[in-house]
């Protein structure tokens, strides 16, 4: 089972691309931030605990997600592999990730970040929001907030891979098929 993590700031393009190699590779893709979206529009008591984070731009708490990915895991054992997008999104997160797939058996294969600059990613997300419909896409002030809190919190978790010899950057600027390209150049060699 080949387990990917799409790593990279809010509007990098995880989700577009994670789409593109489900249909190529036959992987699965969770995305955390989309239960999460999913369970607030339903406001399910999860959704709600979670919408003030998310109004904010705010991380959800680790405990949370971590419980979100491990049913999924659990869930979906027969899959020829999974894309993680949006997960792990702290340094331990991806220490209990780790955990929770080796008493499964399991590992992380290999983390690709999708490498954008931080104006070209307002950008995207301001687009975005023009169809989105989501509060947390249309205004430039959350938007800066979450690339803040992804610089601080999450982009460290990038060392946590690269330390463990998994990490592979890719360049996020171009057209959809060029990105799709590196990203299936990169994954290619762990098949």
């Given amino acids: 089972m080949l387990n990917i993590v799409l790593f990279g700031a ?6 577009t691309q994670a789409a593109k190699l489900v249909e190529k ?8 931030g989309a239960v999460i979206r999913s369970e607030i529009s339903a406001q399910t008591e999860l959704g709600k605990s ?25 869930r979906h054992r027969d899959a020829n592999g999974n894309i993680f ?3 792990p999104r702290t340094t331990p997160q991806a220490e209990a990730f780790d955990q929770i797939l080796s008493t499964r058996s399991l590992k992380v294969d290999v983390m690709i970040y999708m490498d ?19 509060a947390d896409d249309a205004n430039e002030d959350v938007i800066r907030n979450r690339i803040q809190i992804y610089n601080e919190q999450t982009a460290i978790v990038a060392d946590y891979y690269s330390a463990q010899g998994k990490y592979e950057a890719v360049n996020g600027v171009g057209s959809l098929d060029e990105v799709f390209d590196r990203i299936c150049n990169v994954i290619e060699k762990y098949l």
């Fill in 10 to 15: 809010p509007g990098c393009g995880k989700g």
């Fill in 25 to 32: 590779y036959n992987l699965n893709h969770i995305s955390t």
């Fill in 50 to 74: 979670m919408e003030a984070y998310i109004s904010r731009g705010e991380l959800a708490p680790d405990s949370l997600v971590i419980d979100i990915v491990t049913d999924y895991i659990d």
């Fill in 85 to 87: 997008d949006g997960f």
């Fill in 116 to 134: 954008v600059p931080t104006e070209e990613l307002v950008q995207r997300i301001l687009l975005r929001g023009q169809s989105s419909g989501r």
